[in-house]
């Protein structure tokens, strides 16, 4: 078993074993051979004891220096950089890939299901594409802390299994300390993966292969299906649907959207220039180079269905190779039911929300009439649902009050109240803590400055998303003078 302890005075578990290497075995062409570089002083910043637990591995075997020295990948065999391409900002990109990254190798969880280990910022592979393959510790530690509050909120996500420091500097304007991220995925398969294969390779037969692993590995249903491609596409779309809706929920914002981003599974992935939204606004963005706002807040379920549509160019061969016309006729059927199924999604979660668990009634534009308010007088996303449910229970004054004009919110709230709202409801879906910016920011610089305490008390808090007494720096809205808050993805 990975990680298995053995018994007292035999000889120590290793660090990592590891399953069958499915992908290697399977999907040759979609991967290089490669070796991570060495770490010249590793020192363990962050381990995800339950993360460990979940693959089957002993954390106390991992804390040691040859488990760290297994998760930077050191005389691990069979370690490959992963190819791919992918729609950047809406332009492709036919050659990406495992830039500065490693695929680790597959373990079996406690639930038989296969896991990825992937390594993050482990140095330069062929696909690197001019970049130093390194990451510095900021940005892994976002990655860790955001998957940690996603995965707490019952969101679809990796997991990051490790954060390690590796004792070297990398240079992003100023020198920063290195690290590597060590993450936990249902594998790394993405839309750019299909895309890589069908428009950069043009390789029909592994195309196939490819589509019979995706499939084995994550939507088995589609195999009995007349046309399996067709039934995959599907269960993309479904996933993708309800990821999207989630995200939308608790005011999440992925920062870059590109097709080599978004999973097959459903999961999210990939934790660079994201935050949660604060105020809210429908143009939120956050990415340092979203100028356009292609990724903004309002815009990520109109991206996810694009995204889509390029899937289904990449498995249209599949779909119906002597037919193209009749396939795509056939695909654009199954994309054209995202939005319902967002919609369906989203509707249901907002109406928990709103504790409205009934529906709204006659006041169908209750919630459209919310959101409005909620962008005209500039109030904090998370933090209206909480005051909101304190609202049904009589406090006249908390919702208001979170209002520039808390005259402005009267009329929605009586429309709102005359639905007979379930405060209890409400308080069992919406957070009390995110890991809000300001914090996050201050957690990260401190972590970079080698001091974990804030990042740890942070880390401790968005674990707990429901809990009432958390910190006030964990529950605070930002001030309203504040100005827009930037994030990087630290390449």
Same mark, same amino acid.
């Given at each position: ?19 069958? =290497? ?21 020192? %363990? ?71 990825? %280990? ?5 140095? &330069?592979? =062929? ?8 990451? =510095?510790?900021?940005?892994?530690? &976002? ?22 420091? *590796? ?6 304007? !100023? ?17 750019? *993966?299909?895309?890589?294969?069908? @428009? ?5 037969? %592994? ?91 309002? &815009? ?29 006729? @056939? ?5 054209? /039911? ?11 979660? !907002?109406?928990? @929300?709103?504790?409205? /668990? ?43 009050g979170l209002a520039r004009d808390p005259a402005a919110t009267t009329g929605w709230v009586q429309r709102w109240l005359a639905c007979s709202p379930n405060p209890d409801?409400?308080?069992? !879906? ?15 610089a401190h972590a970079t400055a080698g001091d974990l305490g804030p990042y740890e008390r942070l880390v401790d808090a968005v674990r707990r998303p429901f809990a009432t007494d958390a910190a006030p720096a964990y529950t ?10 930037? *994030?990087?993805?630290? *390449?």
């Amino acid at each position: 078993m990975f990680g298995a302890r053995e018994d007292e005075g035999a000889a120590p578990p290793a660090p990592l074993t590891f399953s069958d =290497p499915t992908y290697v075995r399977e999907l040759e062409g979609l991967f290089v051979p490669w070796t991570a570089e060495p770490a010249p002083d590793p020192r %363990l910043l962050v381990l995800e004891d339950n993360v460990a637990r979940d693959v089957g591995a002993d954390a106390e075997a991992l804390r040691t220096p040859a488990g760290i020295a297994a998760l930077l990948g050191e005389g691990v065999e069979g370690t490959v950089a992963q190819g791919y391409a992918g729609h950047q900002f809406g332009a492709f990109s036919p050659r990406l890939g495992d830039g500065r990254a490693l695929l680790l190798g597959e373990v079996l969880d406690r639930d038989g299901r296969r896991r990825d %280990l992937h390594l993050k910022g482990s140095g &330069r592979t =062929p696909f690197a594409r001019g970049g130093d393959g390194k990451a =510095p510790v900021g940005p892994m530690l &976002r990655e860790h802390v955001i998957s940690e509050a996603m995965h707490a909120l019952g969101i679809p996500t990796t997991r990051a299994l490790a954060v390690i420091a *590796t004792g070297e500097t990398v240079y992003r304007e !100023v020198p920063l300390p290195g690290a590597v991220l060590v993450r936990v995925a249902d594998s790394h398969l993405r839309v750019g *993966t299909f895309e890589y294969v069908a @428009k950069t390779l043009r390789d029909g037969e %592994l195309l196939g292969r490819l589509l019979d692993y995706a499939i084995a590995r994550h939507h088995p249903h589609a195999a009995d299906a007349e046309i399996s491609a067709l039934a995959f596409f599907d269960a993309v779309v479904a996933a993708q649907a309800e990821l999207l809706a989630r995200w939308m929920l608790v005011g999440f914002v992925h920062g870059v959207m590109n097709t080599d981003n978004m999973t097959i599974s459903g999961e999210t992935i990939d934790y660079g220039p994201c935050a949660f939204m604060e105020r809210y606004d429908p143009a939120t963005v956050f990415s340092s180079i979203d100028h356009g706002g292609r990724y903004a807040y309002g &815009r990520q379920p109109l991206i996810a269905q694009w995204n889509l549509a390029r899937l289904a160019e990449a498995l249209l061969p599949l779909i119906g190779a002597d037919a193209p016309e009749v396939a795509a006729e @056939k695909a654009t059927a199954i994309l054209d /039911t995202f939005p319902a199924r967002f919609g369906e999604h989203w509707t249901a979660g !907002v109406h928990a @929300k709103l504790g409205l /668990t009934a529906g709204v009634g006659e006041d169908e534009a209750l919630v459209d009439d919310l959101l409005g308010l909620l962008h005209d007088e500039e109030v904090d996303w998370t933090l209206a649902f909480r005051a909101l449910a304190s609202t049904a229970r009589g406090d006249t004054t908390a919702f208001a009050g979170l209002a520039r004009d808390p005259a402005a919110t009267t009329g929605w709230v009586q429309r709102w109240l005359a639905c007979s709202p379930n405060p209890d409801v409400m308080d069992a !879906v919406n957070p009390v803590v995110i890991p809000r910016n300001e914090a996050v920011e201050d957690a990260l610089a401190h972590a970079t400055a080698g001091d974990l305490g804030p990042y740890e008390r942070l880390v401790d808090a968005v674990r707990r998303p429901f809990a009432t007494d958390a910190a006030p720096a964990y529950t605070q809205p930002a001030e309203r003078d504040a100005g827009d808050y930037v *994030t990087y993805c630290g *390449t």
